[in-house]
C-alpha cells in the first residue's frame, strides 16, 4: 500500500484551502443541485423538536467556511454557543464569523487525534446549557470512516446529536458508482489544488506526477476510494482519497460504531447523504 499524505496537509496552509474552495466552487454538488443544497435544512424541523426550545451548543467539526452549517442553522434557533474546529483555522474563524450564535470560539482541530477531539470538544464541559449539535459534514470521505466515528462515539454525551454527511457512491455497485463521479475530480482545478499540496509536502516528494484512479480502500476492501496519486520513478504517495461509500455501507459504520440513527436524508441522485445519530444508551 503506497504511504499517504494526511488529508490534513491538503488543506492546513492557507493558500491550500484557497485552492480547495475554487475546486469546492467550480465542482462540489452542493454548490450546484439545489437538492444537495436542502439535504442541509431538511434536518432542521427534527432537530428543532429534539432541542426542545432549549438553548444548545454547535461545534462544527472539519467546518471549512461553515457553508453547510450556514443552511442548517438558517431554520434552527440561534445556538447559545458555536465552536468551529478544522485543521484551517483561516477558514474555521472564517466559518466562526459568519455563523450565527450569542457566543463564538474558532478551534485548530486535528481530527485524527484523539487528544485534539476532546480538547475541541471539552472546552465546553462545564458550560450549560448541556445539549451539543455535533456537524461533521463532508470530512468521512477524506479520512479513515470508522477509527474517526469511534473517537467521536466515545466523546459523545447521551444528550449530544451528531449530524454528519458523506458524499456516496450511487447506485449498488460501488465502483460504478465512483466511476461516474470521477470527473468531480479529475479535472485542472482539482490537479492544481493536489500538485500544490505535493510540492509543499516535507519531506519532499520527487519529481512525478499525479494520476487519478479508483481503487479499493485498503482498510475495508468494498469501499472504493477515488484516489489521486503521486507517481515518480521509484516511488508512489497517495496524495489524495476520497472514500465513496453506499447509504447501505454508512449504515453500517453506524451499527458497528455503536451509534443510534434518528434519520437519513438522501438526495434524489444518492450522491451525498446526511445522518442524524446519537450514542447508543
Ligand atoms: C472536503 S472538505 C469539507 C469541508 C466542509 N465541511 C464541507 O463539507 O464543505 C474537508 C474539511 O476537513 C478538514 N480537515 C481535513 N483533515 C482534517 C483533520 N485531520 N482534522 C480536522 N479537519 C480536517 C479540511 O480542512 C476541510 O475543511
Known amino acids: 500500500m503506497p504511504p499517504e499524505l494526511p488529508a490534513s496537509a491538503l488543506y492546513s496552509h492557507p493558500s491550500l484551502a484557497r485552492l480547495w474552495k475554487k475546486v469546492h466552487f ?3 454538488p452542493f454548490i450546484h443541485r439545489p437538492a444537495v443544497r436542502k439535504l442541509y435544512s431538511q434536518p432542521a424541523p427534527l432537530l428543532r423538536s429534539l432541542l426542545k426550545k432549549q438553548p444548545y451548543h454547535v461545534v462544527a467539526l472539519g467546518c471549512a467556511e461553515g457553508l453547510k452549517e450556514s443552511v442548517l442553522l438558517r431554520k434552527l434557533p440561534k445556538p447559545y454557543h458555536l465552536t468551529t474546529a478544522d485543521t484551517s483555522l483561516t477558514m474555521a474563524r472564517i466559518a466562526a464569523r459568519k455563523l450565527p450564535a450569542k ?3 474558532a478551534k485548530k482541530l486535528d481530527l485524527t487525534s484523539p487528544s485534539s477531539l476532546s480538547h475541541v470538544l471539552q472546552s465546553h464541559s462545564n458550560l450549560s446549557p448541556p445539549t451539543r449539535l ?4 463532508g470530512v468521512l470521505p477524506n479520512l479513515d470512516p470508522l477509527p474517526l466515528l469511534r473517537r467521536l462515539t466515545k466523546t459523545l454525551r447521551p444528550c449530544d446529536l451528531l449530524l454528519f454527511s458523506t458524499n456516496l457512491a450511487p447506485g449498488k455497485n460501488p465502483r460504478a458508482g465512483a466511476l461516474r463521479i470521477l470527473p468531480q475530480y479529475e479535472n485542472p482545478p482539482t490537479r492544481r489544488w493536489l500538485e500544490a499540496a505535493a510540492r509543499r509536502f516535507r519531506p519532499r516528494l520527487p519529481q512525478g506526477q499525479l494520476v487519478f484512479q479508483i481503487n479499493s480502500d485498503p482498510r475495508q476492501r468494498s ?3 477515488i484516489e489521486a496519486r503521486w507517481i515518480s520513478p521509484r516511488t508512489v504517495h497517495t496524495v489524495f482519497s476520497s472514500r465513496r461509500p453506499t447509504a ?3 449504515e453500517a459504520w453506524i451499527r458497528i460504531t ?3 440513527k434518528l ?19
Request: charged share 25%.
Open 263 to 281: 434519520a437519513r436524508y438522501l438526495d434524489p441522485l444518492s450522491e451525498e447523504g446526511v445522518w442524524l445519530v446519537t450514542r447508543k444508551a
Open 26 to 28: 467550480g465542482y462540489s
Open 258 to 260: 455503536h451509534m443510534r
Open 223 to 225: 469501499l472504493a476510494r
Open 103 to 105: 457566543k463564538k470560539t
Open 248 to 250: 447501505c455501507q454508512v
Open 134 to 137: 455535533l456537524t461533521l459534514f
